[in-house]
């Protein structure tokens, strides 16, 4: 059996999905944090299910991709139930799409989620009357805090097995004289919704619909050009709105006969936007909150790797001294063996776990979507809109989600530039490099100063990027979600998913490589690697022996740390560069070519053109960057 | 009048969207459509978008936009 969770962005779905699954779906408090299906097998009556998280989606006409897919897959697989989780606290909104749902004349299950929420602003949901009047189940939860979880995929999975169907909608009497007429005009097309949805979607004017029903009908065209004209005399407005009309009218019914509005308790969460929000106060607690979680990731980072990296030095020291012998290829291998342990013990995840844990609080409470509005006249400066701040954000975690969180940007122009900009915002590896480098033996000044010049080169990008490919952008429209406490569990899981993946993919890959790079200087062959690598290493002044790190750097960015102390011969950094070079080296890291896993997501929703066009352009900027940094330090130092 | 051109925390009706198809469709999905009840919250400095309340949701527009949304006295 297959259940689908469908409802809009920010309701708790990935929040509902995670509490079956585990965590596997990336949640957040912004809408559009789910933009891929993501399946799980759950046992439900001592019977194996298959549960598919759905991105949220506001409606199922499909604006965007994002959009779209969640209505191709709902219509061309076969889903035996599908559960439309509606959010307590805003249930007027969620309405309208479940109005489209039943539509669709497929069983369903409705999970009122977030009750607490609903009842800290004074909202009572008559339940009842709300099964009897949609002739679906509803079963009132609390996603977050697992309650009502386990009653909801047992009806789930009861009305799935019986295949019970809803109620239809019933709108205006002229709508559905003109409905009727064009079922039995559509009731032999093949379509994969049912004659009555179809009539709807064609009113409705959806192009693909029309389109592939016109090519088996061709007399529906001017059908419908009729029951326009004709409904748009009698009310004066296009088909399209008096169907909105209908269906919203008939969800603010609902909603008014079923929602008891109590008295709002004003909290200091209602407040709260007041201050970080305020035109002034907001933009000091931006840079206050940044910086701060800057300093705490670089002193919880800090505090870790020194005592860490003495233990993996002192272990190195034993190790030799217990061989006797450093000159053979097997010694060579052991040391490679320990700096790539040690390369992501000490160097990245004292840096990684603080980074994520932050971030996914940041994400949870809900203040990127005001990081948006904050920021959307600034990006406005620069080409783009606030809605295009979302990838950057996550990019600073992994470009990967940022890559694929650009879905939420209807615009192919904004995809792009989007895109291509948020693989230049240092991930959390990049970050490892400056901090692992930089901060850790020039001061966490400097690393803040890489961090700035990175926003500034990034804006001057996107200055550039939008004036060659230039568009109206057409604004910002996005939900400020409610402010949440961020529960220790889905903090924790989410953090722990995310740090998983660095163990699982990226740490065997540092210790590979690391071994690797160590055969290859054994038989003095990263001289080849190095000497493809020159030209750049020459314009910027480093050492020859960078090249290496820096080719298998594309591989996983951390390598690029990793392996440079290999290729130098120490891992005191101190000791084999001067601070000009790893001030130069660092911010070259920062901006060439995205890693491997990222040019793969590139190209799957991009292309491959832009992937290379994405390329080029990093390591064209990441040079032109490199030697700006190589001037300025070098007054400096 | 439009959306930019109330007071502060006052509410006022929707009405209609004078623009473009796709962002008329965007801003009927998160509630502003004809009859719903609105409320300028906020506006975001420097030209930045306006906060507003839509049925106890709150949903940032740009000025743009929000400049084409038509509103009524209640």
């Known amino acids: 059996m297959q259940i689908a969770l469908i409802g809009q962005p920010n309701c708790g779905k990935s929040t509902l999905f995670n509490q079956v699954a585990g965590y596997k779906a990336e949640t957040g408090n912004f809408s559009g944090t789910t933009v891929t299906f993501t399946e799980s097998k759950v046992r439900v009556?001592?019977?194996?299910?298959?549960?598919?998280?759905?991105?949220?989606?506001?409606?199922?006409?499909?604006?965007?991709?994002?959009?779209?897919?969640?209505?191709?897959?709902?219509?061309?697989?076969?889903v035996d139930v599908v559960?439309?989780?509606?959010?307590?606290?805003?249930?007027?909104?969620?309405?309208?799409?479940?109005?489209?749902?039943?539509?669709?004349?497929?069983?369903?299950?409705?999970?009122?989620?977030?009750?607490d929420e609903a009842d800290r602003i004074g909202i009572r949901v008559d339940v009842e009357t709300l099964e009897k009047s949609l002739g679906v189940p509803v079963v009132p939860m609390i996603a977050s805090k697992g309650r009502g979880i386990q009653p909801l995929f047992v009806k789930a999975y009861q009305i799935g097995q019986q295949g019970v169907l809803p109620i239809q909608p019933k709108y205006s009497n002229d709508l559905e004289r003109n409905l009727a007429l064009l079922e039995v005009t559509l009731a032999n097309v093949e379509s994969y919704l049912n004659p009555r949805a179809l009539a709807l979607k064609l009113l409705e004017g959806d192009r693909d619909i029309t389109e592939s029903v016109i090519e088996q009908v061709p007399g529906v065209e001017s059908d419908l050009k009729t029951i326009g004209q004709s409904m748009k005399h009698d009310r004066g407005q296009s088909l399209e709105w008096i169907i909105n009309g209908e269906r919203s009218g008939l969800a603010d019914n609902l909603a008014k006969r079923v929602i008891q509005q109590g008295k709002r308790q004003i909290t200091f969460r209602d407040r709260l936007d007041d201050i970080l929000l305020h035109p002034v106060i907001g933009y000091v607690g931006l840079i206050l909150i940044l910086y701060l979680f800057f300093q705490v990731v670089y002193t919880i980072g800090?505090?870790?790797?020194?005592?860490?990296?003495?233990?993996?030095?002192?272990?190195?020291?034993?190790?030799?001294?217990?061989?006797?012998?450093?000159?053979?290829?097997?010694?060579?291998?052991?040391?490679?063996?320990?700096?790539?342990?040690?390369?992501?013990?000490?160097?990245?995840?004292?840096?990684?776990?603080?980074?994520?844990?932050?971030?996914?609080?940041?994400?949870?409470?809900?203040?990127?979507?005001?990081?948006?509005?904050?920021?959307?006249?600034?990006?406005?400066?620069?080409?783009?809109?606030?809605?295009?701040?979302?990838?950057?954000?996550?990019?600073?975690?992994?470009?990967?989600?940022?890559?694929?969180?650009?879905?939420?940007?209807?615009?192919?122009?904004?995809?792009?530039?989007?895109?291509?900009?948020?693989?230049?915002?240092?991930?959390?590896?990049?970050?490892?490099?400056?901090?692992?480098?930089?901060?850790?033996?020039?001061?966490?000044?400097?690393?803040?100063?890489?961090?700035?010049?990175?926003?500034?080169?990034?804006?001057?990008?996107?200055?550039i990027l939008s004036r060659l490919v230039p568009d109206e952008s057409p604004g910002l429209i996005l939900e400020m979600p409610v402010y949440r406490i961020p529960t220790f569990r889905t903090v924790v899981n989410k953090a722990w998913w995310r740090i998983r993946e660095f163990i699982v993919e990226a740490w065997p890959l540092l210790i590979v490589g690391s071994i690797v790079l160590s055969v290859l200087n054994y038989f003095n062959l990263s001289i080849y690697l190095n000497t493809l690598a020159r030209p750049i290493s020459w314009i910027l002044g480093l050492p020859g022996e960078v090249g290496v790190p820096l080719i298998f750097g594309i591989l996983r960015k951390e390598l690029s740390l990793v392996m440079l102390g290999q290729a130098l011969g120490s891992m005191n950094f101190a000791m084999v560069m001067t601070p000009v070079e790893m001030i130069t080296y660092a911010v070259f890291v920062v901006f060439y070519v995205p890693c491997l896993a990222t040019m793969v997501v590139i190209r799957k929703e991009?292309?491959?053109?832009?992937?290379?066009?994405?390329?080029?352009?990093?390591?064209?900027?990441?040079?032109?960057?490199?030697?700006?940094?190589?001037?300025?330090?070098a007054i400096f130092y | 009048m439009n959306l930019l051109e109330v007071p502060k925390g006052k509410v006022f009706r929707v009405v209609n969207y004078r623009g473009g198809r796709a962002v008329g469709y965007k801003l009927r999905q998160l509630g502003l459509c004809p009859g719903h009840q609105v409320k300028v919250l906020r506006y975001a400095p420097l030209g930045g978008p306006v906060m507003v309340d839509v049925e106890g949701r709150s949903v940032a527009i740009g000025r743009g936009i929000a400049s084409r949304v038509e509103v009524e006295v209640i």
């Not at chain 1, 600034?378 to 600073?396: A, D, N, Q, R, T």
Request: glycine share 8%.
């Open chain 1, 45 to 78: 009556l001592g019977n194996v299910v298959s549960v598919v998280d759905l991105p949220g989606t506001y409606s199922l006409a499909g604006t965007n991709p994002a959009e779209r897919e969640v209505i191709k897959y709902l219509t061309s697989n076969t």
């Open chain 1, 83 to 115: 559960i439309n989780v509606l959010d307590a606290s805003h249930l007027s909104h969620g309405l309208a799409m479940t109005v489209e749902l039943l539509e669709l004349n497929v069983p369903m299950v409705i999970a009122l989620n977030m009750m």
């Open chain 1, 606 to 633: 991009l292309g491959w053109k832009m992937m290379w066009q994405i390329a080029g352009m990093t390591t064209l900027i990441a040079t032109l960057a490199g030697l700006i940094a190589r001037g300025i330090s």
């Open chain 1, 302 to 463: 800090g505090w870790l790797e020194v005592p860490l990296m003495d233990f993996f030095a002192q272990l190195e020291v034993w190790l030799l001294s217990r061989l006797g012998n450093s000159d053979h290829l097997f010694s060579e291998i052991l040391v490679a063996l320990i700096q790539g342990v040690s390369g992501g013990v000490a160097i990245v995840l004292p840096y990684l776990v603080p980074f994520l844990i932050g971030l996914g609080i940041m994400e949870d409470v809900g203040y990127l979507p005001r990081v948006a509005f904050l920021m959307d006249a600034l990006m406005h400066k620069i080409g783009l809109h606030g809605k295009s701040i979302v990838p950057f954000i996550l990019g600073f975690g992994c470009n990967v989600p940022a890559i694929m969180s650009t879905r939420i940007l209807e615009d192919k122009r904004e995809r792009f530039i989007s895109a291509a900009l948020s693989t230049m915002v240092p991930c959390a590896a990049r970050l490892a490099v400056v901090f692992g480098l930089v901060a850790f033996y020039l001061g966490p000044e400097l690393a803040l100063a890489i961090y700035i010049f990175n926003l500034f080169v990034i804006a001057v990008t996107a200055k």
